[in-house]
């Protein structure tokens, strides 16, 4: 069922004024997000937060970049301690593993035999890590990043490269492959990126971004292969000392490694939803103003795809999105309306590196810089039929937060204007 974008005054007929207990399944950003955002809206019941984690909730964006540098203590990664939870009658559940969403009963049951009635719920259930389909991908030392967990055993596996002089291998060039890669080689290790397509982040940035992007990593060292076919991770030793040792490709060379982290994207954890009949597509599909087809569910962050004005559904996965949609979700829970409207951003760290990008580039015909292409130093803007969809940003911070506020307000300078250094942009948003 395809309903209209928000429609409030159908949610409002069809939903009680309070709903009743309310069940948030993910503690992660999305997460905790609505139920702060609950409280703010000044509802006064019940709010189970369940995380299948040990921790508590925790920033993610961090794991690839400082905390493979620095690691530390994982209190510091903390969203929002558990004091301050308490405080703000949010029960925070970890460990807790949900098998089903039962709508007729509205009740969520859990692995332990625990169950959570709900009169509204939430699913914040994030994504889980896209796994290479080529043999010896379970070998020990094949890892990927998503949780903090994952971040200590690549950590870890990173300490013993230092020792052993031995190279990691990093399959996928986007963004958490390289952000990886850069925090290695800040370490001293030895890196090789296998991208299977022919440029770096291809997906979601211009070939001049990329460019740079490629400059920026062979200047620390970083050898890039590009159109990489993996056919094998290759093992060494016996038992449960197998260990991966290289990465076999397709035309027979091989990369000696001492450690392969699998950087090739995630799919949406939507699986309890599907189970439960919710109308899912590579995720949990949700209107602008975050409800699924149950008007008493609401989805955010990672594990949604949002319906957009033409039918086509969109997928973000941000920090920025999940406090968004967040909200929107909460509102919907509480019969208002919240729809989502702030232009999407992003941004990677890489060395001393900082890529900053806002808008959706998809479907663009022409892009023009503004800045020092060479010096690595510049912004990309990208046009549709002369209309300006989004801004990327490599080491210029203002810029960036000018394309934030352009996108916005649904100003548009022309590429002629956007290419001229000369050209006060700012001065756009006065007029």
Not at 5 to 28: E, F, M, Q, T, Y
Not at 95 to 102: G, H, R
Request: glycine share 10%; proline share 4%.
């Amino acid at each position: 069922m395809r309903r209209p974008k928000c429609d409030a005054a159908h949610v409002r007929a069809n939903l009680p004024s309070v709903p009743g207990p309310i069940v948030i399944i993910g503690a992660g950003q999305a997460g905790v997000q609505i139920a702060e955002s609950l409280r703010h809206d000044k509802y006064d019941g019940s709010i189970a937060l369940l995380g299948a984690e040990a921790h508590g909730p925790y920033n993610r964006p961090p794991l690839s970049k400082k905390w493979l540098l620095e690691g530390g203590n994982p209190a510091a990664l903390a969203i929002r301690t558990l004091e301050v939870l308490e405080r703000r009658k949010i029960e925070l559940h970890t460990n807790v593993a949900v098998t089903q969403i039962d709508r007729a009963a509205q009740v969520v049951r859990c692995a332990d035999g625990r169950q959570f009635p709900y009169g509204g719920l939430a699913l914040a259930t994030g994504a889980r890590l896209r796994s290479l389909p080529v043999p010896g991908a379970g070998l020990s030392g094949v890892l990927g990043l998503r949780t903090l967990e994952d971040a200590q055993h690549i950590a870890a596996a990173l300490d013993d490269c230092v020792a052993t002089s031995a190279p990691l291998v990093v399959i996928g060039g986007g963004f958490i492959g390289l952000e990886v890669a850069a925090a290695a080689r800040k370490r001293g290790v030895a890196v090789t990126v296998l991208e299977g397509l022919e440029r770096l982040m291809s997906r979601v940035v211009a070939p001049i971004v990329s460019t740079a992007a490629a400059q920026l990593h062979r200047s620390h060292g970083v050898e890039l292969v590009f159109n990489a076919r993996v056919t094998e991770l290759v093992g060494g030793g016996e038992g449960e000392n197998r260990s991966v040792h290289a990465v076999r490709m397709a035309d027979g060379r091989e990369y000696r490694a001492g450690c392969v982290v699998v950087g090739i994207g995630v799919d949406p954890e939507d699986t309890l939803a599907q189970a439960a009949g919710l109308e899912c597509d590579r995720g949990v599909i949700v209107d602008d103003c975050a409800r699924s087809s149950d008007l008493r569910i609401v989805a955010a962050g990672d594990c949604c795809a949002r319906r957009q004005r033409d039918g086509t559904l969109l997928r973000l996965e941000s920090v920025q999105n999940a406090v968004e949609q967040g909200m929107s979700a909460a509102a919907a829970l509480l019969g208002q309306e919240r729809p989502m409207k702030a232009a999407p951003w992003f941004w990677s760290d890489q060395y001393d590196a900082r890529l900053q990008m806002v808008g959706l580039s998809q479907g663009y015909d022409e892009v023009v810089t503004r800045g020092e292409v060479a010096q690595l130093a510049f912004s990309a803007f990208y046009y549709r039929s002369g209309r300006l969809l989004a801004v990327d940003s490599l080491n210029n911070v203002p810029m960036h937060m000018l394309g934030r506020r352009l996108l916005d307000r649904g100003v548009s300078p022309t590429p002629a204007q956007a290419a001229d250094a000369n050209f006060n942009l700012q001065g756009l948003l006065a007029a």
